[in-house]
């Protein structure tokens, strides 16, 4: 029996402006490919028959009620259909403005594009915003359409037209369609047949057009990208592995390869690909979802971006350009804390600063705008809080997109063109500005510390078993305390339930911000301030390092977690009580902070 | 990569997001094809294991081979199972089999309805005992947010609209007009306090595409989809009042494969079988807007 498991299947979505007829050719296209389930045609001929509705091929898609009561696409449908060559889900997707989120939708999750555009009515609107966006998505496998040509009575004139108008402004966006193809579709004029009435059209099919689509395979011989989705441990049902699952977007690993950990830039060696009831593979190819186990084992965080130190390795930046397409309910402002996901990455990012939007539909330019709206498409400069990982569109399209979440909705897409470098971080920024208006108190630090007869110090404990660092913290504020230091702990929950009982959800990034900034007063008042924050990663050491300022910061790391720095220790402590607090009170000393007699 | 290598994938990656951006997930397993391949997914991408419960929603009209397969791939692949259903409903025989209801209704209460107060905790929840192979009362009261379901775009109208991550409102209902964005491989894992989400890792794969992927895998299906002698087999499972088997003789994987590619079920609806479909006008939305799946 002939084994189909290796016939490809390819993604189309179907887009241009509402009532072009989208829907119609998809519905020819089954029909006349004998695609439908059998009765199906029959029965949808007879349901407009009772409801005196004439018969239309868009029917036999628009499934959802609301949209055969109002005539129109309201959310992408798949479709699936298959020719000799291979197979394809075909996406329908909305042409009304107000559903442009669904055709985005469909057209992020296609690798070809149908375009159509009726032939009467001619370049529309969203005809020129759906070339754009898709120009955007990176779709390069597109065909224009132009529907309805029995209405301008097959006239090649007005064909021509329409294909130089449209290819004018397609070659503005660099993309070039494989051709343009005069259809009606309602009666299937060149969508699977040949049209007779065409004479002057020597062209292929709709149908021969997909089919000679030829799919992008070159995602393997890219760097290699895997972006870490999650880590396993399964001890719980007897399983030791330690396993780095994610999906590779790009390139080949393979064992014993050296990669690195991105931001964080960890290194080791690949030790395993691990993956369930199949045999032991060697390497981990671009598309695959498996996992790999390391030589070395350190702390790493979903969101981390595996690579080859061998191979180009991507961008590592908070600032960045971007085009974005915004299509959330309210508009993009600065100022307000945002969150960018790309990748497996999550981050907290401000629009810092809007170049220009772009209007879709005639390729204009307008500057001076103070946000960005609904459906508007943007450059513009972002800012992440810490640093992503990215590579550049023109490098990678995979690794290089991203979606903006404004509260809880995914408001924005985009891509990132470049980095932005020597830019300051918005942290910086914020400290910078903080310093300069902050209110000087007639008693100067110097005052008080040979009041107190210490220097003010910010202490943060972490590693990855809380209860433990809370009680080595608590057991250095009373060690401290006893040799008459001006001394306060300050654990977790403490602050949750007071300075925290804002939070809905726990925002990790906005418990270390108030911490930071906590430090830096508690600090101001030259007492030395203990706290502890579990799995701290070495950009939020970096940002309470920098929100403390001017004040000095010292970190304990009890999990070899953090890079090692003059005011960062690793204490291989296993985490004993007595242990830890000797090896403290040492680097205390050693910094002056207590007296040799006091050990 | 070929086709059914990119559906495993992109199904994996589905899976291991829901898993790690929702703490209270399950997995619906009705025993059919789909949602064992599903849970089989699970099972690759967890390496083996599989870290969420596995929910069944017994309407007592399952056919009976359903419940001993259940119980006997639970038992040995070592799931955390749960089972709930509308006991008030059957008590008081509001059922199409014992004529008080009609079929859509039946669903309605023996599925929609349990399924519902079953996530969410209401209704009692029986846990199976892998040490004795009994089922006790789970005391467990907690909400599931998110659950994983096995719906393919390929089955009926509604369905094809379907997001993989689709958020669903207090009521459990689905307000298509208004569905959120879904670009690339980013999906929204935000939500506000008491939404919860149904994530759809097979919605790209078709009912052909499940077959060889059984056969691919060697996963164990319930022998009801084969055709046991009488010239008769199972093509979609559910209660047996309002599921038939249809006239085929596949007795093999191979042979179900060819039937739906080339022999007689090529562009047969596969459920066509299922008698509550019809009596909605030919679309199950009026169903899945109320949380059937």
């Known amino acids: ?599 | 990569m070929n086709r059914l290598e990119k559906l495993e994938s992109l199904s994996i990656y589905i899976i291991r997001e829901a898993y790690r951006e929702f703490k209270n997930l399950c997995m619906l397993w009705s025993i059919g094809k789909d949602s064992t391949v599903l849970l089989w997914l699970a099972r690759k991408a967890f390496f083996g294991h599989v870290p969420f419960p596995l929910v069944h929603i017994d309407t007592n009209f399952k056919i009976p081979e359903m419940i001993m397969y259940r119980d006997k791939l639970a038992m040995e692949w070592k799931l955390t199972m749960i089972v709930g259903q509308n006991k008030k409903a059957l008590e008081e025989k509001r059922t199409f089999p014992d004529g008080k209801v009609n079929r859509i209704e039946c669903c309605r209460l023996l599925k929609s309805e349990a399924l519902k107060y079953t996530l969410s905790g209401e209704f009692v929840r029986y846990k199976l005992n892998l040490e004795t192979g009994k089922y006790e009362i789970w005391e467990n009261k907690e909400p599931f947010t998110g659950v994983i379901v096995g719906i393919r775009a390929d089955e009926e109208g509604s369905r094809s609209k379907e997001r993989y991550f689709s958020p669903r409102d207090k009521q459990s209902e689905w307000d298509i007009s208004e569905q959120p964005p879904e670009l690339w491989n980013q999906f929204k894992t935000d939500f506000a306090p008491g939404t919860h989400i149904r994530i759809h890792p097979l919605l790209d794969w078709t009912e052909i595409d499940i077959w060889e992927y059984i056969k691919k895998e060697n996963i164990p299906v319930v022998s009801l989809y084969f055709n046991q002698g009488n010239g008769k087999r199972y093509r979609s499972l559910g209660c047996w009042p309002c599921t038939k088997p249809i006239e085929s003789d596949s007795k093999s994987l191979d042979e179900i494969i060819f039937e739906l590619k080339s022999g007689k079920l090529k562009n047969i609806a596969e459920r066509s079988g299922r008698e509550q479909d019809k009596e909605d006008g030919g679309t199950l939305e009026t169903l899945r807007k109320e949380g059937y799946m």
């Open chain 1, 1 to 599: 029996m002939e084994n189909e498991n290796n016939k490809d299947r390819l993604n189309i979505v179907v887009v241009g402006h509402v009532d072009h007829g989208k829907s119609t050719i998809i519905g020819r296209l089954l029909v006349d490919t004998n695609s439908l389930p059998k009765g199906k045609l029959e029965s949808v001929k007879k349901f407009c028959e009772k409801n005196s509705r004439p018969f239309e091929y868009a029917f036999l898609l628009d499934a959802l009620k609301d949209e055969q009561s109002q005539g129109i696409t309201i959310d992408i449908a798949r479709i699936f259909f298959k020719t000799n060559k291979r197979e394809y889900i075909i996406i329908d997707a909305p042409g009304h403005i107000e559903f442009l989120k669904n055709m985005v939708t469909g057209a992020s999750h296609a690798e070809a594009a149908v375009l159509v555009i009726d032939a009467n009515e001619g370049i529309q609107e969203n005809s020129k915003r759906h070339g754009y966006l898709l120009s955007m998505i990176g779709i390069k496998n597109i065909v224009v359409v132009i529907n309805k040509i029995d209405i301008i009575n097959y006239d090649e004139g007005r064909f021509k037209f329409l294909k130089e108008e449209y290819n004018n402004f397609l070659s503005k966006l660099n993309i070039l369609p494989y051709s343009y193809i005069p259809v009606c579709a309602r009666d299937g004029d060149n969508i699977v047949f040949k049209s007779e009435k065409m004479k002057w059209y020597n062209g292929q099919t709709l149908l021969e057009v997909i089919d000679s689509f030829e799919k992008e395979i070159v995602d393997e011989k890219k760097p290699f990208r895997m972006p870490v989705q999650d880590i396993y441990k399964f001890t719980a049902h007897d399983d030791d592995r330690r396993i780095i699952a994610g999906t590779v977007e790009s390139g080949v690993a393979r064992i014993d390869d050296e990669v690195i950990f991105l931001p964080s830039g960890k290194k080791t060696q690949i030790k395993t690909i691990e993956s369930f009831n199949e045999t032991q593979q060697s390497q981990i190819i671009a598309g695959m979802s498996k996992g790999i186990t390391l030589k070395t084992q350190f702390y790493i965080k979903r969101g981390e971006v595996v690579c080859k130190t061998s191979e180009e390795l991507p961008c590592v930046a908070h600032t960045f350009k971007v085009n974005l397409f915004w299509m959330g309910r309210f508009p993009m402002i600065y100022g307000k804390k945002y969150k960018i996901k790309i990748n497996t990455n999550r981050e907290i990012v401000y629009l810092d600063k809007i170049l220009h939007i772009i209007n879709a539909s005639d390729l204009t330019t307008e500057e001076n705008k103070t946000q960005i709206e609904r459906y508007d498409v943007a450059q513009c400069v972002l800012k992440t809080l810490k640093p992503i990982v990215f590579d550049l569109y023109i490098k990678n399209q995979k690794t290089s997109r991203f979606v903006i979440v404004d509260e809880y909705d995914i408001s924005g897409g985009g891509i990132i063109l470049e980095p932005i470098k020597d830019e300051k971080s918005i942290v910086d920024k914020h400290v910078e500005q903080r310093e300069f208006i902050w209110e000087k108190s007639i008693i100067s630090p110097q005052m008080r510390a040979s009041r107190f007869g210490q220097s003010p110090k910010f202490i943060v404990l972490t590693g990855t078993f809380s209860e433990k660092i809370d009680e080595i913290a608590k057991n250095l504020e009373k060690d401290l305390f006893d040799i008459g230091k001006n001394v306060y702990y300050l654990g977790s929950p403490k602050l949750l339930s007071g300075l925290e009982s804002d939070f809905t959800t726990f925002d990790r990034e906005e418990h270390i911000r108030r911490i930071g900034e906590l430090a830096r007063i508690l600090t101001d008042t030259g007492i030395i301030f203990i706290t502890t924050i579990v799995d701290l990663d070495d950009f939020e050491s970096e940002l309470l390092r920098s929100l403390n300022k001017p004040n000095e910061i010292i970190i304990f790391d009890l999990e070899n977690i953090l890079k090692a720095k003059d005011d960062i220790f690793i204490l291989n402590t296993n985490y004993d009580v007595d242990t830890t607090l000797y090896k403290i009170k040492n680097i205390l000393l050693n910094k002056n902070i207590i007296m040799e007699y006091y050990i």
